[in-house]
């Protein structure tokens, strides 16, 4: 089982000394298999294991997450949404949603500006993933790259 305290600190450990980089106080929330199917259902993610709330900066988990799935929502989103500008403005686009009188416009707008940017925000999560593993489990990320 991951000890998460552990993996926040060897992550913290690696992007401080790889990349001068620190994340702020990420909240984690780890779901029992119940409130992990509720979510899944909520947010249409049929396999997933962890996701990354920007606007909340809360990371959810189901049980058992694995290292990389870890590593991936909480360091790789994390870090893009606190310390990239598209990730900062990923988050405003989502205050102002929320906080909009028109909400379908602005609900658009979000959508619109996700969609033009998903690839960057995945992108450095997946890097992020295999750069931290890579440095704290080399096991893992050779099971996870060669496998």
């Known amino acids: 089982m991951l000890d998460i305290s552990s993996a926040i600190e060897l992550g913290n450990e ?11 106080p990420t909240e984690i929330k780890i779901l029992n298999k119940s409130e992990w199917g509720q979510l899944q259902k909520r947010r249409n993610l049929e396999k997933a294991e962890g996701i990354y709330f920007p606007f909340t900066d809360t990371a959810y988990f189901s049980e058992g997450v694995t290292l990389p799935v870890f590593i991936h929502e909480y360091f790789g989103h994390g870090l893009f949404c606190t310390r990239s500008e598209i990730g900062k403005a ?23 500006f996700v969609a033009e940017n998903l690839s ?14 890579n440095k704290i489990s080399a096991e893992i990320w050779r ?5």
């Open 120 to 133: 960057v925000y995945e992108g450095f999560a997946i890097w992020m993933e295999d750069f931290i593993l």
């Open 90 to 112: 990923l988050v405003e686009e989502e205050k102002i949603s929320r906080e909009s009188s028109s909400f379908d416009k602005s609900q658009k707008d979000l959508e619109t």
């Open 143 to 147: 099971e996870r790259r060669f496998t």
């Open 14 to 24: 690696v992007i401080s000394r790889e990349l001068y980089l620190s994340l702020p």
